[in-house]
């Protein structure tokens, strides 16, 4: 299935030109109905949806990927990465700048060769890799155009996945369930969270699998830090441990929260109690058609029942794909007006606060279908008892 564009060993992209074009199609007709002359992909999610590249060498500044209706896509990099870009992207229209302060005056080249059929430039203003001074350069170089702020644009077109990407985050959720059942059976008195961490990625090493980075594993006392990450912490009898941690393929992401406690601990078993109602409350309501913020509702009408509304500080979940999330996602929030399609894949991980600040909770992903939310996780949400 993987199309390769060079010689170089080990690249090219994961899925066929064919399904690259078929996204940018898709974006292409958002931004006919926007009323967009032209859109510059910044976000390296984004830009890998798009390319198949990962956008790792956008660490300098931008690498602008720019879609006009009607024209040939662009993608707008820094000299000394074209050849990965080249190796690792199905672009064939590449342009370099060589300094940072280059790129500004090259994308306004490139908008300026072609008459824009609306003078209005969509840019990704609320995601990642654009700083406001990239925007300010790129409107210094074309003040004729209207800077209108695109974020959610190739998210929404992002949110339904092709059989393709649900093959894909299938192959990640199979690692991410490997993950979480190493976790488990690591398990006991004296081992520490980097000791389960590097038996995790042993693991899914010698499955030839991949995890996405900066994943969460604490225990006991240290449960209390969100989004915490191993450390030479030992988990003792009568403790909880925690886990959210995602497998990848081709970069789409598939992550899972898991509880355990070795032995008893009754304010983290109280609270995995609840946060497990809730997350099947919401998984119920998961349906085509259904308004996001209705799912979150679900969730909060059963921590509201149970007189406890400051143990949920966040929202119920989020659109999933390439790189875990990217802003602009569809979020499952209060007021959130977006609707479920069927293809889409979303995380929902309930994770509570105890009244003494401990954090725990579970999760599932789910793809939309049309009879509701398929489980993609093989590993039980309950808690798990070492």
């Not at 840019?123 to 990239?134: K, Q, S």
């Not at 093959?167 to 059976?185: K, N, W």
């Not at 081992?191 to 961490?197: G, K, Q, R």
């Not at 809730?278 to 998961?286: R, S």
């Amino acid at each position: 299935m993987s199309t390769k564009i060079s010689a170089i060993p080990l690249t090219g992209v994961p899925f066929p030109k064919s399904e690259y074009e078929r996204r940018q199609q898709r974006v292409l007709a958002a931004m006919v109905r926007a009323e967009l002359g032209a859109l510059l992909v910044t976000a390296h999610g984004h830009l890998r949806y798009l390319t198949g590249y990962d956008g790792r060498g956008g660490y300098f500044a931008p690498f602008p990927f720019i879609l006009l209706p009607g024209r040939a896509a662009t993608y707008v990099v820094r000299e000394y990465e074209v050849q990965a870009v080249r190796a690792s992207s199905c672009i064939d229209e590449i342009i370099p700048y060589t300094q940072e302060r280059d790129f500004a005056m090259v994308c306004a080249e490139v908008l300026r060769r072609y008459k824009l059929q609306w003078p209005r430039i969509g840019l990704e203003l609320g995601c990642w890799n654009l700083a406001p001074v990239d925007v300010s350069a790129l409107q210094a170089q074309l003040p004729e155009l209207q800077v209108v702020d695109a974020t959610r644009l190739v998210a929404s077109v992002a949110a339904v996945k092709s059989e393709l990407e649900l093959e894909a985050m299938r192959g990640a959720i199979a690692m991410t369930d490997l993950a979480v059942r190493t976790f488990q059976s690591s398990l006991r008195g004296g081992a520490t969270e980097l000791e389960v961490a590097a038996n995790i990625e042993a693991k899914i090493k010698s499955a030839g699998g991949e995890l996405r980075p900066n994943y969460t594993l604490v225990f006991g006392e240290r449960t209390r830090i969100p989004h915490g990450a191993p450390a030479h912490h030992p988990i003792k009898d009568n403790e909880p441990a925690m886990i959210e941690i995602g497998g990848s393929k081709h970069g789409y992401t598939a992550g899972l929260v898991r509880g355990a406690v070795l032995g008893r601990h009754p304010a983290t078993e109280s609270l995995h109690a609840l946060a497990l109602e809730a997350l099947e409350a919401a998984i119920v309501a998961i349906k085509p058609g259904v308004a996001a913020d209705a799912v979150d509702a679900a969730a909060r009408k059963v921590i509201q029942r149970s007189r406890r509304p400051r143990v949920f500080r966040h929202r119920t979940g989020y659109q999933t794909g390439i790189h875990w999330l990217e802003r602009g996602n569809l979020s499952l929030e209060p007021g959130a007006e977006d609707i479920l399609e069927t293809g889409m894949t979303l995380h929902l991980p309930i994770i509570l606060f105890s009244e003494s600040g401990y954090l725990f909770g579970c999760s599932q992903h789910v793809v939309v279908t049309k009879g509701g939310a398929e489980i993609l996780g093989r590993t039980p949400h309950t808690l798990y008892r070492a």
